[in-house]
């Protein structure tokens, strides 16, 4: 599986951006699509994640109610819906499949990823 992250750049607070992760190669029908970030000097933190299926999603509580994870199945596109950006969302974004089992507790840890995308900047500014 490739991943190509891409939509992010630079916007100002309570702003909102769109991030796609299109997945080419062999793609599971189990497993999940999860958005990570890393700012620097920091560990990566989940997002949010969504079944290949689209079924489940999971959001962090940091994001919930402002960022949004979608999928369009027919175009094997993963989104990330961020709306009222905060300054303290600056990073930049990873998205990371796996095709284990979801699970909560799991799909939280970038361990359980095989495949990861190059990422994509996000810059709030004030």
């Known amino acids: 599986v490739q991943l190509q992250a891409s939509g992010g750049g630079l916007v100002q607070a309570g702003g909102s951006l769109r991030l796609s992760c299109a997945a080419s190669?062999?793609?599971?029908?189990?497993?999940?699509v999860a958005w990570f970030r890393q700012a620097p000097g920091k560990e990566r933190e989940f997002i949010a994640a969504?079944?290949?299926?689209?079924?489940?999603?999971y959001s962090a509580d940091s994001v919930k109610g402002r960022f949004t994870i979608s999928r369009d199945n027919a175009k094997n596109v993963v989104y990330l819906q961020m709306n009222s950006l905060k300054l303290e969302d600056t990073a930049r974004y990873y998205c990371a499949a796996h095709n284990r089992v979801w699970s909560i507790a799991t799909i939280q840890l970038p361990g359980t990823y095989d495949y990861w995308g190059q990422g994509t900047q996000v810059t709030v500014s004030s």
């Open positions: 190669g062999r793609t599971f029908g189990s497993g999940a």
């Open positions: 969504i079944s290949w299926s689209g079924v489940s999603t």
